[in-house]
């Protein structure tokens, strides 16, 4: 039976779903990726959100909103990264309870040898690939996917932090 709904856009529907279960299959699988710390892409989006965005310094609420991701779960790949030393906690002076989060020097290192492998063994033939795609097809390509990934309660505001002085949150050794 041809499902009538997906009219011509049956091709690329099928890839599109065959693409988000791979994913979704890896999203929380652990890897090397060409490091040597075991990281998971859910992971690496923590890391790369915080250091396109470092300069804001938001919540863990609030990067968890931007990430989609709910907050139980941010806060567990936060702690697991925290674990991994590839991320450190700091509060505001004015605010013990919010507490935000930074990548360490351990997780920008981590990050740089990820990328490069990133790009070398999955990236690369798909950059060869939209190098020949004029931009704004890219730009409607990325509007598709955007107008796929909406769920309706995204249209929260973007919330602009006030600079913030932070104070390093360390576990501090036992006395015993």
Do not use: H, P, T
């Given at each position: 039976m041809k499902l009538e709904w997906m009219r011509?856009?049956?091709?690329f529907v099928e890839r599109l779903?065959?693409?988000a279960n791979i994913y979704a299959n890896l999203y929380n699988k652990e890897n090397?990726?060409?490091t040597n710390v075991r990281i998971s892409f859910a992971q690496v989006q923590?890391?790369?959100y915080l250091l396109e965005n470092e300069e804001l310094n938001q919540n863990m609420a609030m990067i968890a909103g931007r990430?989609?991701?709910?907050?139980?779960?941010?806060t567990k790949l936060v702690h697991k990264l925290e674990e991994k030393d590839l991320l450190e906690k700091y509060y505001a002076e004015n605010n013990k309870k919010n507490i935000i989060i930074r990548v360490s020097e351990t997780g920008r290192r981590v990050y740089a040898?990820?990328?490069e492998y990133i790009v070398e063994n999955y990236f690369s033939e798909i950059f060869d690939i939209t190098s020949k795609v004029p931009k704004e097809y890219l730009a409607m390509f990325s509007d598709i996917l955007e107008v796929g990934l909406r769920t309706g309660d995204e249209k929260q505001k973007d919330n602009e932090e006030k600079q913030v002085r932070l104070i390093s949150v360390k576990k501090t050794p036992s006395k015993e």
């Open positions: 011509d856009n049956r091709y779903i065959k693409f090397n990726y060409g923590v890391i790369e990430l989609g991701i709910s907050a139980s779960n941010f040898d990820y990328s």
